[in-house]
């Protein structure tokens, strides 16, 4: 059984600070990851995609892979209210679809 | 990436009804897929549709329920039929961006079922 955990929060933060968000994964031989913004009532969006071990930075996000750990992070620098959102993780093992985490609300309050 | 087309966006219908919700890619692709998510879940997929053969339904999900048609490499319905409240959820449509890596979506359609 492929799972993908995350803690659903709230996760709140001050704006301008860091957020951080977590997922772990049980499956060793998955081979990609992605995280993925969710406003209330649209559909998600592909923020960032991290497929080997180290960070993937592109403008505030970063996202983190520790593949021993079977860890994945997402990081979002300088966080704006407009960062609230559910953050979704999800996970390929390279020959399958993608398995989703629940998701991690996060509030940047202003 | 794609750009996807769903329709309708929203709709309420009555229960033991039917819904036939649309996708469009403005692409040729080999696989599209259905999602459900239900009220403060996460994605949940219902089928991958391939051009030319049979849907693949995941487990739970069965084709007299949810039958999919994929005439062509840049068109998919999902049918929602006999329905029950307990499938009011948002339906997404989506792609792949390469084989086996990120998908895209939709813009979803929230169905209400009363």
């Known amino acids: 059984q492929k799972e993908v955990e995350q803690n659903s929060g709230p996760l709140s933060v001050p704006e301008g600070a860091i957020a951080s968000l977590n997922c772990t994964y049980s499956d060793r031989g998955s081979q990609s990851f992605f995280w993925y913004r969710q406003y209330s009532g649209k559909s998600p969006e592909l923020i960032m995609s991290?497929?080997?071990?180290g960070d993937q930075e592109d403008g505030r996000f970063t996202a983190q892979l520790n593949k021993a750990s079977q860890y994945v992070s997402l990081l979002i620098r300088d966080s704006q209210p407009s960062d609230s959102a559910t953050y979704l993780c999800?996970?390929?093992?390279?020959?399958?679809?993608?398995?989703f985490g629940k998701g991690t609300m996060l509030l940047v309050s202003p | 990436s794609a750009v996807i087309s769903q329709k309708p966006s929203r709709d309420i219908c009555q229960r033991g009804t039917s819904l036939t919700i649309q996708c469009q890619v403005d692409s040729q692709v080999t696989m599209m897929f259905w999602y459900r998510q239900q009220p403060g879940q996460s994605l949940t997929l219902i089928a991958t549709?391939?051009?030319?053969?049979?849907?693949?339904?995941e487990s739970g999900f069965v084709i007299d329920k949810f039958p999919i048609s994929r005439p062509n490499l840049t068109f998919s319905t999902l049918t929602v039929s006999n329905m029950s409240p307990e499938d009011s959820s948002i339906y997404l449509c989506s792609v792949e961006g390469q084989p086996n890596t990120e998908a895209f979506f939709g813009q979803g359609t929230r169905l209400t079922v009363v």
């Open positions: 991290i497929y080997s071990n």
């Open positions: 999800a996970v390929n093992l390279g020959y399958s679809t993608l398995t």
């Open positions: 549709a391939n051009q030319g053969s049979e849907a693949t339904y």
